[in-house]
């Protein structure tokens, strides 16, 4: 194996020998050796001794040793065998690298004969290297849609060996789309390149694994392997596509607000960004806008806005999704709106009339009404009413019009206003309304008179009143109003007693109250009764009248009046006979007397206060009657004189006094002459009249007297021829018979029609009767007084028949009935 190349060395050399001349010198011979690289430590690289021609045996004393200064000795010489030997393993490609001869030098030196020997080791490549890349994975990202024919580099693999061992090809495993050339590089270096052979998808097969394998030339070749992984980059060659052509919904209309109406749908058969979707309103008008929101990712279409039926019944929204790549896609969203019964109806007053009177007849129209609904269907239908106790009508006018009229009569007085409530419901489910309030005033018009409080009105005044006094007052109510009730008073205008009622009456026309005009006597005028009209001020103005009655009451102003015995005119007094024989109790006369007033104020009581022999007559206290106490005697005189006081039981009491004469006489010429004597007097001629009567009834009694007398002394002889036992006087009883049948009316003021009040009002008074004759006449007159009849009755032991009025006087005021 080694072998001496001194020509090869010396040649080389030649250029070193100039330079360095000394060493040159000192170099006698070049010693070549060539091993193997990578051997073991101990490798026999050659026999130095022999090579140098030494004998082995002397190669420890020539003292021969190896040099090599400033290198690394590889080499050892063994001194026994004269053998060179490897110390260590050695590696060409990590001595000499990519050099194409790695030579390893080291100089032998003999020193006992000062000879140096150079010694070159060439160190020749073995394969112990495979390619090797430099990294055993390599990632391509291809996209799918790259072009076919493209290229792209692979790794260089690396083989430090030399020649034949180093790198001498690549290899790419099979697959059906790359191919692999190869190329060297302006350094002689060869690579590779796939080459895209046939199209790609990644949505087919997004990676395609390789093996992409070097090897060199060595024997046996060694080769590298790394792994492509070829990645088929995704390109956006799918659009999105929606799930539908068209969306088609529909949505209530009262959907709150944050729902979902629909969510769209697409793919995208691409794969990251190029399948990122984004959706949009590709169309959509300006009111749909702010109604629907799109989630650019979701695809959600959210409500914002409120739907409304009545404004929009569809929306109809182009939409788009877009992919990451641009590609797009159309749809079209329906939205169907769907009608709620969410609009009340509406109620709306066209035309209305505030205020009508009320005698408006029956269907006068009030208020024109117009109901929209603005739902749809039967939403849109509607009942429109009034509550049903309302005078009112509510009627369809036209169309959605209805109107409101009055049903009937209207009175201010028992409803002034009323408040209106038109309701209005649609038929929806749940159905809605609404309602209005019309106010409507009812004017008022003169349509009731004024009316009195009560139907008739009675007052009481106390005569004498001071003039001008407020008598009492009447009020009048009207029920209408302003004007309408304002009631003024007046008095209806009559006469009464032929004056006008004005004359005694005023009323005050804004008060009602009476006053009375004149200081009233009860004696004339004991009642009045009139008419009060109470009109308001309405145009025309009604009225309407109370009747009234107004009462004098009495008071005790008159004092009594004696008619009987009649006042002296000339101071003489009045004469009465009375017989001498007269029994005890005998009448002789009464005292007549009268009083003006009424009730207790006329109540009489009468009081003998004078007598010429006291205890010879009696006076009955309340009848006036004169009778005789005791029996005459002779002493007493002739002529009796006694004063009467006639007093009534007013307050104070008033009275009148008289003074009779009373004659005691035992015959009748006696009394007659003394009559006579007495009467025969002058007769002034104003009482001419007074004094004409009184003879008449004077002479008339004498005649009664006479046929009286005549008839009981028949009677006295009949009834003594029956029975002699009883004692017959024979004398008349009284020449003034009848006397006690006397009853004196006073009715003296012929303006009163009825006593009626007297008989109310008081109760000690005269007997009712109608009394209006009583005139001064002579004339056949009634028994009009029930009491009179009873007592002549009695008189008569019950014989009726008995009883005939034989004559009856009236004198100016009282009566003078003559029974037999
Ligand atoms: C290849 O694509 C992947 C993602 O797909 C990326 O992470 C990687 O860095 C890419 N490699 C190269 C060499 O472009
Ligand atoms: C290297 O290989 C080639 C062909 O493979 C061959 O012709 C040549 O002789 C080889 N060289 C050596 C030094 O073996
Ligand atoms: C590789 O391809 C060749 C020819 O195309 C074929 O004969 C061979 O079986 C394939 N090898 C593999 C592992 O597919
Ligand atoms: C009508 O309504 C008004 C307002 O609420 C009220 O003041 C008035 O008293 C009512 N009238 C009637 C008649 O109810
Ligand atoms: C009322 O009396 C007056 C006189 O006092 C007289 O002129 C008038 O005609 C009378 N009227 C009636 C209706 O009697
Ligand atoms: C008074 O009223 C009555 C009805 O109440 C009527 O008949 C009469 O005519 C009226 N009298 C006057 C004077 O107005």
Redesign the pocket.
Known sequence: MATAKYPQACKRRVFFLFLFANICQAITRQIQYSIPEETERGFLVGNIARDLGLDAKELSDRGIRIVSPGRTQYFALNYKSGHLHTTKRIDREEICGQEEKCILNFEIIVEDSMKIYGVEVEVTDINDHAPTFPSEKL???ISENAALGSQFPLLEAQDPDLGNNSLQGYKLSNNSHFSLILQTSVKGKQYGKIVLERPLDHEKEAVHNLIFTAYDGGDPVRSGTAQLHI?V?DANDNAPIFSQRIYEVSAREDLPLGTIVVTLKATDLDEGTNKEMTFSFAEITEKASQLFHLDKHTGALTLIGSLDYEDSALHEIEVQVRDGGGLLDRSTVIVFVTDVNDNAPKLEITSLISSIPENSPPATAIALLNVQDEDSAENTEVTCSIPSNLPFLLTKAYGNYYSLVTARALDREQVAAYNITVTVTDHGTPPLSTSIVIPLEILDTNDNPPHFLQSIYTSYLMENNPRGASIFSLKADDPDCGENSRVTYSIIEHNISDSPVSSFLSINSETGTVYGLISFDYEEMREMKFLVKAQDGGSPPLSSNVSVTLFILDQNDNAPQILYPSPPTDGSTGIELAPRSSEPGYLVTKVVAVDADSGQNAWLSYQLIKATEPGLFTLGLHTGEIRTARFFLEKDALKQSLVVLVKDNGQPPLSASATLTVVLADTIPAVLSDLSSISAPVDPPSDLTFYLVLAVAFVSCLFFIFLLVLLAVKLHRWRYSQSGTEKFSGVPVSQFVGIDGVRAFLHSYCQEVSLTTDSRKSNFGFPKGNISNTMTSHQPCEINDPFLIAEEIANSNGDSANIQVKSCYQIKGFSLYIFS
């Open positions: 990632v391509i990202n990645t980059l």
